[in-house]
């Protein structure tokens, strides 16, 4: 078996490492509910590729969602990293709103940024 570097590598080692992976973007979203003063209300759901992960959260009385999106830092800027706000500029468009935004820089090769929505599709 061949990793994205075409190197060979077992199974046992894919499995393993996309494990570390996953607890990593578990703790991102940690993190970020933290750095927003969140609670986190459901499970929270992996993204395509486990690329995001996503939860319900609660502020208060008030029920927002909560995303964090990894990506290879090569890849972590201009439009690409800022389509989720720039996209609240169609306020007609039946979607979420994001309310807030972080960078959290991580120590490899991948940054996780942190978006916070609103839960309905206003």
Do not use: C
């Not at 990506?71 to 309310?99: H, I, S």
């Amino acid at each position: 078996m061949l990793d994205r570097d075409d190197r060979q590598t077992s199974g046992a080692d894919l499995r393993e490492a996309d494990a570390r992976f996953r607890q990593w973007m578990y703790e991102n979203l940690s993190h970020a509910a933290d750095h927003f003063g969140l609670a986190v209300a459901e499970p929270a759901r992996l993204g395509w590729l486990d690329r995001s992960i996503g939860a319900p959260v609660r502020a208060g009385d008030r029920q927002l969602w909560l995303r964090v999106v990894s990506e290879d830092k090569q890849w972590t800027g201009g439009y690409f990293w800022t389509g989720n706000l720039d996209a609240n500029v169609f306020a007609q468009l039946a979607k979420p709103r994001v309310l807030d935004e972080a960078l959290r820089s991580a120590e490899s090769p991948h940054d996780a940024a942190p978006t916070l929505s609103n839960a309905d599709q206003s």
